[in-house]
């Protein structure tokens, strides 16, 4: 197997081919995806419709888990508008979980983030 097959499979941008016949049941990182997506759906619910309509197309679109986590930027500037960046924080923070074994970035925690953040500037 070539080494760039192997990363594209690992970001989830190039299918197996087992995966791309149809021929077997959905895989764990396929369930992780879907949960993943409905996390993201879950955190941008309390955003005004505007906001809601165009962040669903942007996570239904994203085609892998990398996508997807590089989304959180938008989602949380969506959140902090409507609601205000503490809870946007907080409801992107629930979502990390789901990328964890998907990306290797989601090791890093939000609230470790903002806890050195809330330090730096003497914020609590």
Known sequence: MEKSSRLQRWFGTVPPAEEAAGS?????????????????????????????????????????????????????????????????AQRIALVLPCFHGLVPAASVSLRQTIRHRSRATGLR
């Open 24 to 88: 077997r049941a959905p895989s764990a990182i396929d369930t992780s995806l879907a949960e993943a997506r409905r996390a993201l759906l879950e955190a941008v619910a309390p955003c005004t419709e505007h906001h809601r309509i165009r962040a669903s197309w942007q996570i239904t679109q994203a085609s892998s888990a990398m996508e997807l986590w590089l989304l959180r930027a938008d989602l949380f500037d969506y959140l902090a508008q409507d609601v205000g960046e503490m809870q946007a």
